[in-house]
């Protein structure tokens, strides 16, 4: 009998909180307009500064005429090259640490003009409304160069192009060519020759870009609420060019109002708002105007050539992808735009390029998936025209080329279940049904396309750091400097640090966005997850040795001599695996130690040797819906099936919201954003919510979000591969395809607007 | 030969500040009372006069929605009213809805369907899908998706926005009466908070 009622070895309680559909911790404070942005912080005494931007694309400030405005009452000063004083001299400390090569913008730094609405003044004065109307009478005359190109075609024709320089955070050069890509081609019996462009993409988060620098008085003491993707980044960036200490740039970013890539690098606002602060040693608040915000980095125009071709059976022969883009005159912005061909399909015959050419526009900027966003649309409607010229169906040719390993690499993935994006997306969607003749389905008016695509974005992890208190009442805080655009950062944290120790989830507060925490990286390339939740998880697990070490010091210690290995954490309580009637409450364990509370940090870092062996990816496969009116070439997206494969799926809710806000961004990829250069004045012609066309509800329908299971040991401790980048994927692609199938029209340049369809 | 881009120079002085005055406005139930130059539009008024940064700017040129306020039970962008029109309007901004504590239904859909992710569009969002209730004009999806058309939300949480307005929507929230639409109380109480 004693044998049968032996509590088995394995029995584990769980918290059972990582991979609920968990609400966002902070969503009462979002609803109830309680959640406090960067230009938020009402701070005693505050001024406000206006910015004042170039209509020129490009030349010279000759004259500012700065009298007119200091003479209005309440003005407090007009902030231009001539009189802000010389900061940081070299170059290096304006580098923030996503700089690409080059030499990085100085915000009124001299009186040369590199790009359309550079900021060129700074009015500050003691209402908003003064400001502004103090900026709109600021006269400043220019000397104009005509001698300026913001057409990338052009430059492309003129033979600008130069091969992208490396040294970028993150940034790939492309794959070494492998075979005989051209000969290949030449012989292959199917063939597809395209260009595949789209244009400048501006970010447009909601919250507009904005700094509000509290003075605090005490030699150069700041609070700096910063609009950002992360603090410490700002951080560093200040305390470089205004030769600050820690404790005198403390910079803070509780939410942040999206920002998709455009908050990695410190924008201009953060430099003026602190400039003018420390010269008038006064509290000032900068915002831009959402104008403004088509003068802070954007998707670059990307003009991609692609050679694909195949034998009979629809095999890959020759792979040849090559992409040619803008960056502005002073800086090299690089993406990773066509390594992912080479990742996603098996070929003996690839060649790949990826050019650069300068024009007179700012710097772009990393966009959600860059790079990926840009490769994959077009090596998807490459793949989706030569499986039409081969006469095999588009899923049955992509899972003709899969491949098991990582051909830029020759490595295996330390996970990769696209396969089941495949059948179970097609499933969903009814693939099956489909009849691959292009105008073959029609409902009433509507010519009805299904069409599909597929993306991979990189699995990556930063390093991270994080520390924790629990304390005699059992609240666990748990803090980190990490962001929160709106990903779930907040959420997911909490969840990680509740079932480390074994706590409910309303005992647990997760602190971030704050300089004066342990260090994190950026929030960007889909790596948060992995990097901070690697982090929680490892100071969560110092907090409950610690716990532990204590809990044996007890009388009695039921836990007497157990590792900590052996010793689970649920429900409130610590318990030995191998009995859990072997237990001990955590309040007790700090009660009857006397402690206050019980403290780490830790850090977590990736694992050199899984990298080294493994290609770490996620995965997605999008499946679309269109109807195209036949007469008016208006296009709908009805439907959309996206089937992700992640890793672990830390919160199913809010995974799937990245994933849905993913969809409606290749949804607006596809058919609306594109950023009008008028190349006579070098200008965004739409620069303003308007004009610059992003989707609204009626755009949206039906959007289906399957998340594969996927398990990978090698990836990071959690097994998560992050979901902010890769439900954008594919999905573009997938619109031009179901257009094709729709009407039988390719269309390759992007977005795809009723004038390109008529 | 290069070219100047040369302004005007302007053929006055420019014009003494407009002095500011006295503006009282009713939000929320109350009057606040605040001293601003004429031309300062309700948005502004909220966020930097009155600490109520619950209404967002979002582009000051009412292309987005974030600004979306409730003006005697209709929305209006507050970024595009001057302040000082709007004295003895009954005005509800977000924070009037509900506040963390006390939320009302609406913003209680909102998080139970993940209907934000980086929440700045969300208070404009909710007061417009309050307004839309308030209208009773929308019943199906397909009204809601269009009514709802003038809040951008740049992170993409349509789907989930509807699904919450559907929720509140079909609640009972708005009752056909006789063929006549009833609107829900403005200003939920305390215990009409969904958990």
């Known amino acids: ?758 | 030969m290069s070219l100047h881009f040369i302004q005007e120079p302007l053929d006055h002085t420019p014009p003494a500040i407009a002095p500011t005055q006295p503006v009282t406005l009713h939000i929320n139930g109350e009057d606040h009372t605040i001293q601003i130059a004429p031309w300062t539009s309700l948005l502004d008024a909220l966020r930097e006069y009155l600490d109520l940064t619950g209404t967002k700017k979002g582009c000051d040129h009412g292309q987005c929605g974030a600004c979306t306020v409730l003006m005697d039970g209709k929305r209006i962008n507050s970024c595009l009213a001057l302040a000082t029109v709007y004295q003895g309007k009954q005005i509800t901004t977000i924070e009037g809805l509900g506040g963390e504590d006390d939320l009302s239904p609406l913003q209680q859909a909102f998080i139970d369907h993940d209907a934000f992710q980086c929440g700045y569009c969300t208070p404009g969002q909710i007061c417009s899908a309050q307004g839309l209730i308030n209208e009773g004009r929308a019943k199906t999806e397909d009204e809601v998706r269009e009514l709802m058309s003038g809040n951008l939300c740049r992170c993409g949480a349509y789907t989930n926005i509807l699904s919450a307005v559907m929720e509140v929507l079909h609640d009972g929230q708005v009752v056909v009466d006789n063929g006549t639409l009833v609107t829900i109380p403005m200003q939920p109480t305390q215990s009409s908070s969904v958990n």
């Open chain 1, 1 to 758: 009998m004693s044998q049968t009622i032996a509590t088995p070895p394995t029995v584990r309680l769980d918290s059972d909180v990582i991979g609920k559909p968990i609400s966002r911790p902070e969503g009462a404070a979002k609803v109830s307009g309680a959640a406090k942005y960067a230009a938020e912080y009402n701070v005693p005494n505050l001024w406000y500064g206006y910015i004042v931007d170039s209509p020129i694309a490009k030349g010279k400030i000759l004259k500012i005429d700065v009298d007119a405005v200091l003479a209005l009452p309440g003005v407090k000063q007009v902030f231009t090259h001539e009189n802000v004083p010389s900061f940081a001299w070299f170059d290096r400390s304006y580098k923030d640490d996503v700089a690409p090569g080059g030499s990085p913008f100085r915000p009124l730094h001299e009186p040369e003009i590199m790009f359309s609405q550079q900021p060129v003044a700074l009015v500050v004065a003691e209402t908003f409304e003064l400001a502004r109307y103090a900026a709109s009478i600021l006269r400043i005359d220019y000397e104009v160069d005509e001698n300026f190109n913001t057409d990338l075609e052009k430059a492309r024709a003129a033979g600008k192009g130069f091969d992208a320089p490396k040294g970028k955070t993150g940034f790939l050069p492309p794959p070494k060519p492998k075979g005989d890509a051209e000969g290949a081609f030449k012989a292959a019996p199917h063939q597809v020759t395209g260009e595949y462009t789209h244009h400048a993409q501006h970010h447009n988060p909601m919250e507009m870009f904005a700094t509000t620098v509290e003075w605090l008085g005490d030699g150069k003491k700041m609070n700096i609420y910063d609009k950002t993707q992360g603090a410490p980044n700002v951080q560093q960036y200040l305390r470089k060019i205004f030769s600050l200490s820690k404790e005198e740039a403390r910079v803070v970013s509780k939410f942040t109002g999206g920002a998709f890539g455009a908050g990695l690098r410190p924008q201009h606002q953060v430099f003026m708002a602190v400039m003018a602060a420390l010269e008038l040693e006064h509290s000032v608040r900068v915002s831009m105007t959402r104008q403004q915000m088509f003068s802070m980095g954007h998707r670059p125009h990307t003009i991609q050539d692609i050679k694909l071709a195949s034998d009979e059976q629809g095999y890959l022969q020759s792979l040849q992808h090559t992409a040619f883009a803008e960056t502005s005159q002073f800086e090299d912005e690089t993406e990773t735009v066509v390594n992912w061909s080479g990742i996603l399909y098996k070929c003996d015959n690839s060649k790949f390029g990826y050019e650069l050419a300068k024009i007179d526009v700012d710097t772009p900027a990393d966009m959600r998936a860059p790079g990926a966003a840009t490769g994959s649309f077009a090596i998807e409607c490459a793949v989706d025209e030569l499986s039409y010229k081969a006469g095999v169906d588009p899923l049955e040719f992509r899972l003709l080329n899969y491949t098991y390993s990582d051909p830029t690499e020759n490595k295996p993935f330390s996970s990769k279940r696209l396969i089941d994006c495949y059948h179970e997306g097609a499933k969903r969607f009814g693939w099956e049904q489909r009849n691959p003749e292009p105008r073959s389905m029609r409902e009433g008016n509507m010519l009805v396309g299904w069409g599909m695509g597929t993306g991979c974005w990189d699995a990556s992890m930063q390093k991270a750091a994080a520390k924790a208190s629990l304390s005699a009442d059992g609240k666990l805080t748990v803090h980190s400097a990490t962001n929160d655009q709106g990903a779930g950062t907040y959420v997911i944290m909490t969840q990680i640090a509740a079932q480390t120790l074994g706590l409910p989830l309303d005992q647990v507060t997760f602190v971030l966005g704050d300089t004066n925490l342990p260090e994190a990286p950026l929030q960007g390339g889909s790596w948060t997850a992995a990097s901070v939740g690697s982090a929680v998880q490892a100071t969560c697990q110092e907090v409950g040795k610690k716990l532990l070490k204590l809990a044996q010091k007890m009388d009695n210690s039921p836990l007497d001599g157990v590792a900590f290995e052996d010793v689970q954490f649920a429900d409130g309580h610590m318990r030995a695996n191998e009995d859990i009637t072997k237990s001990v409450a955590i309040t007790e364990v700090l009660a009857t130690s006397g402690e206050a509370a019980v403290e780490a940090e830790s850090s977590a870092q990736p694992n050199p040797i899984n990298m080294l062996k493994y290609s770490m990816h996620s995965h997605n496969a999008a499946f679309v819906e269109v109807k195209v009116d036949e007469d008016l070439g208006t296009i709908h997206v009805t439907r959309v099936v996206n089937a992700v494969a992640a890793g672990r799926i830390l919160n199913p809710k809010t995974a799937r919201s990245q994933v849905l806000g993913g969809t409606v961004w290749g949804i607006s990829m596809a058919l609306m954003e594109e950023a009008y250069l008028d190349n006579n004045l070098g200008r965004y012609m739409n620069h303003n919510y308007a004009e610059y066309h992003v989707p609204v509800n009626a755009d949206i329908h039906k959007i289906d979000v399957i998340f594969v299971e996927e398990e990978d040991d090698h990836v990071n401790p959690l097994g998560v591969k992050g979901v902010g980048e890769i439900g954008m994927l594919g999905v573009a692609a997938a619109i031009a395809n179901a257009v094709y199938h729709a009407t039988g029209k390719r269309v390759r340049d992007l977005p795809l607007t009723i004038d390109k369809l008529l």
